[in-house]
């Protein structure tokens, strides 16, 4: 199978490239350099020459707190570059598989999101994610929509990284304690993706690590298994603000997984043990 992912320069677009080579598929891999999303001529062309059977769409803006004053650009990368991927998809028959977020739902309450539950996000990053949902429900007939969390990989910033530049230059952390979720591992997610994207049971999907955490405790397994002696501290978000709200709740009930035929990913603490073990720590 050919197929094009946006993004593949990225934390996940990165090991998506890599996981599709291994499954023996061909990766043809597009940033912002090679197809601009926002162009809706350009990702014609670039998707038409590419000559592929699906798109696997992880580019996105994802800077959360910077979004909130640059709503415009957010939009327009997020929900008008999808809706232009969309289209195409649609005009060409192609599969398309939309990386979308927890953030989507308002986090509120302890019961894990379903799939299929109403959606009403508490920030601008959120809402943008959310109109491209909108845009490849409305266009694709053959779309996965696949919510993640909690992103962690070789490529890009992500907490582990942050947790340890902080640990090993400041020996005392602060972290909020009231948010739960899961961490996901870029290369498990790849996995699972390519393995989606070889099916056609689509729909909508949550896909993290097993295993639920708040952010506190994620960055206390992250010192302990790295051996770094650091004071962490529980804080509430309120002690901790940040311009976009965040979602107290982003249990994501992940049975569809099991229904449909894939397996789930592993335990958060596993993935967090070999990325350390990759990384050098």
């Not at 302990?224 to 650091?230: E, T």
């Not at 004071?231 to 309120?238: G, I, L, M, N």
């Not at 940040?242 to 982003?250: E, G, H, L, T, V």
Request: aromatic content about 8%.
């Amino acid at each position: 199978m050919r197929v094009l992912v946006t993004g593949a320069k990225g934390q996940l677009g990165s090991d998506v490239m890599a996981e599709l080579e291994k499954h023996g598929h061909v990766g043809i891999g597009t940033d912002v350099e090679e197809m601009d999303i926002t162009d809706l001529e350009k990702v014609e062309e670039v998707i038409a020459q590419a000559d592929v059977e699906a798109v696997v769409h992880c580019a996105a803006y994802t800077a959360v707190d910077a979004a909130e004053d640059n709503v415009e650009l957010c939009r327009k990368i997020n929900a008008a570059g999808t809706e232009n991927i969309a289209k195409v998809c649609k005009e060409h028959g192609l599969k398309m598989m939309y990386i979308s977020t927890d953030y989507v739902f308002d986090g509120e309450g302890e019961r894990p999101w379903e799939p299929d539950d109403e959606r009403h996000p508490l920030n601008v990053y959120g809402q943008t994610k959310y109109e491209g949902e909108l845009a490849v429900e409305e266009n694709v007939e053959k779309f996965f929509i696949v919510r993640i969390a909690w992103v962690f990989g070789l490529n890009g910033k992500n907490f582990v990284k942050t947790m340890l530049n902080l640990g090993k230059t400041r020996g005392e952390v602060s972290v909020v304690n009231d948010q739960i979720g899961s961490p996901t591992y870029t290369p498990d997610l790849a996995r699972l993706l390519v393995d989606m994207i070889e099916t056609e049971h689509y729909g909508h999907y949550h896909a993290t690590n097993e295993g639920l955490c708040t952010w506190y405790e994620f960055a206390r397994e992250i010192f302990r298994q790295a051996g770094i002696d650091v004071k962490v501290t529980p804080v509430t978000s309120k002690q901790f603000p940040a311009k976009a709200k965040r979602p107290f709740n982003s249990r994501m009930n992940k049975d569809k997984l099991t229904k449909n035929g894939f397996t789930h990913l592993p335990r958060w603490e596993d993935a967090l043990k070999r990325y350390l073990t990759l990384i050098g720590e």
